[in-house]
């Protein structure tokens, strides 16, 4: 079989959303088992999340148009230990195919069996787990839910129904787009929009500082 790739970093939005095989699911269900074996030999606090949440709250199985598998990680406890979580992801048959090392938008990409995996940090602001398109209140990962998916449990955000509203508003009408203005809630994404530019621009005084004092 021609394993094709779930998601390329170039595709267009048609493509993006294409329907994925069953035999493509089954395939990004093996990589997804692999990541949560490679984030528990790693030692974090993770979290399913994302579209890969939802479908398995609505759907009880991946959305079949979702173009990635997403987990949430917090970012005080994956920055200094990069190298260790590329290297057990690499030990472990994934490709890294991007990682964004700022702050306010870390994140890890990897691929494996044709599928996309993306690793997102979520850092600590203001009663917030903020990313640079999304804020949610932090206390949905203060404590971990669990969820199932195709046979396996997974730790999410909690409760993930609450979280789900947050972040998506009618989260039970399926919404076949790859714009996050039509599937992030208002609260969720213009909320951050606000915050965005501030944010960024302590982040880059603090970095500025740092070179100045070493």
Known sequence: MENKSVNKLND????KIRIRTE?????????????????????????LSGGTLLGAIRDG???????????????EEILDREGRLLTLLQKNGF??????????N????AEQFGAVYELLARRNLKGTRARIYTVVPAKYFESMGEVELRGVSYPC???????????????KT???????????????????TEIRDQSSFIVRVMRRIKRLIT
């Open 12 to 15: 267009e939005p048609d493509d």
């Open 174 to 192: 399926p919404k076949r787009t790859a714009d996050k203005e039509e599937y992030f809630s208002s609260q969720a994404f213009n909320a951050n």
């Open 95 to 104: 490709e890294i195919i991007k990682v964004d090392r700022s702050y306010e």
């Open 157 to 171: 955000p909690n409760p993930p129904e609450e979280y789900l509203e947050y972040l998506y508003g009618d989260w």
């Open 61 to 75: 199985d991946f959305i079949k148009w979702d173009w990635d598998v997403e987990v949430s990680l917090l970012t």
């Open 23 to 47: 035999e493509e699911l089954h395939l990004q269900n093996e990589g997804l088992l692999l990541i949560r074996k490679v984030l528990e030999e790693f030692g974090c606090s993770w979290f």
């Open 106 to 109: 870390y994140k890890v990409v």
